[in-house]
């Protein structure tokens, strides 16, 4: 089996691929500003399921990916770019563009030939991401997983500014006191938000067919919808969409291991053990990196968030 961990600032993807790299289980888990914790609960859950000695690799991505390859003892940690379109190419190796909409950013990734082109982050602004989407939902009072059904229903969608998350929820806001129905609202939202996503993060990108589109807000079917309708081509949504970064870290991971003969993972123990970090700034260079430290009780297990890798590197 193989062992991938998509830590992100909303959720912690974990997934484990068996010799085919079919998807064998995945968790979906909140990450609630405690990386550490919430790897350590899906360790535990793993461990009713798997021992040991059925990890042959592990992967890490995501922003906490450096935290979760020193915590499990991890094979290879990568970017979210390559994760996610690693899964996609293995999934479907004519997938030319892939829409990655998550909790707290989007990303638009080209692909030629099975490789990555060209690429693009939307970090700075929340419009469009699944944490606003999810505030707009509960402001509603509608549940999340009913938003793109609400959609669907409207007839005369109404058209919201969605350059800004501030500016969108203003606008909604005076979309409902003029007295428009909800549906025509969300679908409108929905529209605007894929028009935002177009026009910043894709701006200058050679969107082409086949589309994928994954992470969490791909559930949206609203979303989908609107961005079919913008970009006049099909969207398809990858039965696994939510956990595509972490299928990827598994797959790069077994690639991993060929190279490295075996596997660094620590065991689904590590889940009962008390792990603390600790943040030092390291005087070897002009840099002045802040390194943290892992420390299992007495013991330090890894570091990470150095430049040049002068302290990851080390052998603990």
Known sequence: MYLGIDVGSVSTDIVVLD?????????????????????????LILS????????????????GRYLAKVLVGGDIAKNEITSHAVAA???????????????????IITIENGVVTDFAMNTVCAAGTGSFLDRQAERLEIPIEKFGEYALKSQNP????????VFAESDMIHKQQL?????????????????????NVAK??????KVFFQGGVAANIGMKRA????????????????????????????EQVVLNKKTSFRGFGIHNTLIMPNTFKCN????MCEVVELKEGEFKIGYFGDKCGRWSRVAV
Do not use: W
């Not at 995945?26 to 990450?31: A, H, I, S, V």
């Not at 190419?89 to 990303?107: A, M, P, Y």
């Not at 549906?183 to 026009?199: E, H, K, Q, T, V």
């Not at 070897?284 to 840099?287: I, M, W």
């Open 89 to 107: 190419v293995n999934l479907d190796k004519e997938v030319r563009t892939i829409i990655e909409i998550g909790g707290q950013d989007s990303k």
């Open 158 to 165: 109404v058209r919201i500014a969605g350059r800004c998350a």
């Open 227 to 254: 961005f079919e309708e913008l970009l006049d081509m099909e969207v398809f949504v990858p039965e696994h969409y939510d956990v595509m970064g972490a299928i990827g870290a598994a797959i790069l991971a077994k």
């Open 204 to 209: 200058g990108k050679n969107i082409k067919p």
């Open 179 to 199: 007295g428009y129905d909800v549906s025509d609202i969300i679908a409108g939202l929905c529209s605007a938000l894929a028009r935002n996503f177009i026009s």
């Open 19 to 43: 010799e085919d790299l079919k998807l064998v289980h995945k968790l979906y888990l909140r990450t609630k500003g405690r990386p550490i914790k919430v790897i350590q609960e899906g360790l």
């Open 48 to 63: 009713e399921f798997f021992k040991d000695g059925d990890i042959k690799a592990v992967g890490t991505t995501g922003s």
């Open 284 to 287: 070897g260079c002009s840099n």
